[in-house]
């Protein structure tokens, strides 16, 4: 079996705020190795640095008020510390980003058409016509019915779960080697979250996209991913394959996190 190629390195990341009087490291020595088609979980409760940590990897990293030292390597360029003409070249293109609450991330002034085909119309020539297309493809490859109409529709206009797809579909339109899906379900129902799990899961396998899934519920990540890094107050405490984490933690936090879970979704 052939060995796949690493995508994102990450090596060394800290990330220190300077808006209070004394400054306050958040990350502390992050690594992470990510391989092409890989779905690897981030997984630590809130203030953690789990999303502050991949909103580094996707590039939204931008205050002035913060200090940003390490590496993070995709293809080879260091998007940490590139220029930012050349950073938004890989944003929306090579990296496709979904965030936890849609209705934050949605423009709700702008139809929904126009708000996936954004990415198209920053990385591609294609015309309005071949941009029509390529979005009623991306939320028919979703699983959201009757795209024609959705298109036209504005945001309040649909439920929790679909305008998660719809993000979904705009992060995916330019067919990303890498999604990060920072708590995708946290906002949604029970149910409408093992259906957002399934979609990412049939993405991965389809479209060959390498997932990063950050998230504070553990048996998300299990039903999803490979591998697992759990961080508590900065730093990752621990990392491994899936089931040797789930089944042997090593560590003590680790192990509060796994007794957490209800019995039945342990299963």
Not at 34 to 63: N, P, T
Not at 143 to 166: A, C, F, K, N, T
Request: some cysteine; overall charge neutral.
């Amino acid at each position: 079996m052939e060995e796949k190629e690493i995508i994102l390195k990450v090596q060394d990341l800290n990330i220190e705020f300077h808006d209070h009087l004394i400054p306050e490291t958040v990350v502390y020595d992050f690594n992470l190795t990510l391989k092409a088609g890989e779905i690897v979980g981030l997984v630590g409760e809130s203030g953690s640095g789990k999303s502050m940590s991949a909103l580094a990897v996707a590039g939204l990293l931008r205050r002035h008020d913060m200090k940003k030292t390490g590496q993070i390597l995709f293809d080879g360029v260091d998007l940490l510390n590139c220029d930012r003409k050349v950073l938004r070249k890989f944003q929306g293109k090579e990296i496709g980003m979904v965030f936890q609450e849609p209705m934050t991330s949605l423009n709700p002034v702008k139809k929904i058409g126009w708000q996936v085909e954004e990415s198209l119309r920053i990385h591609t020539q294609l015309n309005k016509e071949e941009r029509y297309r390529r979005v009623i493809e991306a939320l028919e490859n979703v699983e959201l019915q009757d795209p024609e109409r959705i298109v036209r529709q504005y945001p309040h206009e649909l439920s929790g779960g679909m305008r998660q797809r719809v993000m979904i579909a705009a992060a995916m339109i330019c067919k990303p080697r890498l999604l990060i899906a920072d708590e995708p379900t946290t906002a949604l129902d029970v149910t409408i979250q093992a259906q957002i799990v399934k979609l990412l899961k049939r993405l991965n396998r389809e479209e060959g996209t390498a997932v990063l899934f950050i998230s504070h519920d553990l048996s998300l990540v299990k039903r999803l991913c490979s591998r697992i890094l759990v961080m508590k107050s900065g730093y990752v405490v621990e990392s491994g394959e899936t089931q040797q984490i789930f089944y042997h933690p090593g560590d003590a936090y680790t192990k509060k996190l796994i007794e957490a879970i209800p019995a039945y979704e342990k299963r």
